[in-house]
């Protein structure tokens, strides 16, 4: 996969394994999504489920999964250790490789949006995608939980959903979506059943309380075990690590003559993370990654891969075969693909100049920036390559939503909501290109003056293809607008196209549509 988004849903069934079942079977039933972890508790009635997938894809795949939840999960009947407000309570996606935090927030907004439409759950943004300040943490999104909130969103205006009315869905809740960094759900179990002293420590640990940075901490209790837990999300693991936390509560702990039982990680955990708890009970001195074999081996076998492929590659062919498919006498590959490769090729130029820059010691004092932009460029060149397959298969899609039987009335019905969900996406798409355009002649423009004179040419060249992509991205949107029956929504890109055709009006606009 060129993209991998990790999405984690928690959904309000911890109990019925059957269930739990059913909505994995919904998150993978559609293609280049795969299951990482799931994991059950009883006590909080919750269940986590680690999937990834491509850009494309994995935003449909959270969908499948909150209408199985909302088919299969009855809120007012629904009891747990831990605070929810829906079905499917939070559903936050995770940039991992291909893609940046922006794109996650497009996902989450794009989720949130068709999870109304579809289900009628309201939504609620948090985190990088919240559309509200108040709302970037989830806490004060859930407080009340379902109950409260069902309540009081009827009455108080700063309760209403980002998408849908002031009412929740009668046994699905509400669902909220975002877009964030990886997160550490971590646990710490008691020697007590006293939830009391469970809830002082978090008091004291959390960030909002005045604690450690980057943790959100909440006591609960675990009847089945007669035990009381420290429950937390560790938002940033190299801020705060896990070990740092660990002691933190065993010291509190241990001044009320309790002790520490045992902790657990809640889904998945990156290698880094308790690398570093290691590194903090060992005392290791001067501890660098490199020391781990498995670190170095994958550092030595990522270089011998790039080295292989530079060397094995025949650029010539490789451009021939792509040449080769836009001659074909077939629709696709078409403009908006070749518009795509254009910024792509844009993007890449820079991250050249960048690279030959970063060698000039006379330069070094333009090295953070440089470094900054190389990163930025690259990310961006991967997104241009993803929309040359995208811009593809989104025609496809509406050639082949034309296609559909029209015989009967549900059948044109049926036909004409699937040409207006492809053209949709058609649209999208180069528009999306468009965005990525203006980054990248931001940051061409910038390199200019900070990059060795004799690659000026070069950053030309790359001006000129960004220009070339621009308008043949913007082609290919307006030659899908007029198939969309949605007003609403062709206003909204309309506006956003408003911006993006005078390219030095402002910043693109990175919501999503």
């Known amino acids: ?31 280049e999504v795969y299951l990482l972890d799931r994991e059950m508790d009883a006590d909080h009635n919750r269940s986590v489920i680690t999937v990834v997938g491509t850009r494309e894809r994995i935003g449909e795949a959270a969908l499948r999964g909150i209408g199985k939840a909302a088919e299969l999960i009855d809120l007012t009947k629904h009891q747990g250790a831990h605070p929810r407000l829906g079905a499917t309570d939070v559903v936050p996606f995770v940039p991992v490789s291909g893609v940046a935090l922006d794109d996650c927030v497009r996902i989450a907004a794009w989720v949130a949006e068709q999870a109304w439409q579809r289900f009628k759950i309201p939504t609620y943004l948090y985190e990088a995608a919240a559309r509200k300040p108040e709302r970037k ?40 979506v975002g877009a964030r960094k990886f997160l550490i759900a971590y646990n710490i179990n008691l020697d007590t059943a006293e939830v009391g002293l469970a809830k002082t420590i978090a008091k004291k640990i959390r960030a909002s309380s005045g604690g450690f940075p980057c943790v959100k901490a909440m006591g609960v209790e675990l009847k089945a075990r007669n035990q009381a837990q420290v429950s937390m999300n560790l938002t940033d693991f190299e801020t705060t690590p896990i070990g ?38 060992l005392k290791v001195e001067n501890y660098r990654p490199e020391l781990i074999i498995e670190n170095r081996l994958a550092k030595v076998l990522e270089e011998q891969a790039a080295r292989t492929a530079v060397a094995g590659a025949n650029l010539c062919a490789l451009a021939e075969g792509f040449v080769r498919a836009v001659a074909a006498p077939t629709a696709t590959p078409g403009g908006g693909s070749v518009a795509a490769l254009a910024g792509a090729l844009a993007a890449a130029l820079g991250e050249m100049v960048c690279g030959l820059t970063l060698k000039r010691k006379s330069l070094e004092a333009h ?147």
């Open 1 to 31: 996969m060129q993209t991998i988004v990790e999405c984690v849903p928690n959904f309000s069934e911890g109990q019925d394994a059957k269930k739990v079942e059913a909505i994995i079977a919904a998150l993978l039933a559609g293609p």
């Open 137 to 176: 943490n989830l806490e004060n999104i859930r407080r009340g939980q379902f109950e409260g909130l069902r309540d009081e969103v009827r009455t108080n205006p700063e309760r209403l959903p980002d998408f849908g009315e002031a009412a929740l869905h009668p046994t699905a809740g509400a669902t909220v």
């Open 244 to 281: 740092v936390v660990f002691d933190a509560v065993a010291r509190e702990a241990a001044a009320e003559g309790v002790s520490v039982v045992g902790s657990e990680i809640v889904g998945l955990v990156p290698r880094r993370a308790l690398e570093d708890a290691a590194v903090h009970y």
């Open 367 to 513: 090295y953070p920036k440089l470094e900054a932009h190389r990163s930025q460029l690259a990310a961006l060149r991967a997104r241009f390559l993803a929309n040359v397959d995208r811009d593809a298969q989104s025609y496809d899609s509406v050639m082949a939503a034309r296609r559909l039987p029209k015989a009967t009335e549900a059948e044109r019905a049926a036909r004409d909501h699937a040409i207006e969900e492809a053209s949709k996406l058609a649209a999208t798409v180069p528009l999306e290109s468009v965005e990525f355009v203006a980054e990248v002649e931001q940051v061409l423009r910038d390199l200019q003056p900070i990059t060795i004179p004799q690659a000026a040419s070069d950053l030309s060249v790359a001006l000129a293809l960004a220009e070339a992509a621009r308008a043949g991205a913007l082609e290919n949107v307006h030659a899908n607008l007029p198939s969309i029956q949605d007003r609403a929504w062709v206003e909204r890109i309309a506006d956003r196209l408003g911006r993006l055709e005078n390219p030095r009006s402002g910043p693109p606009e990175t919501s999503g549509t």
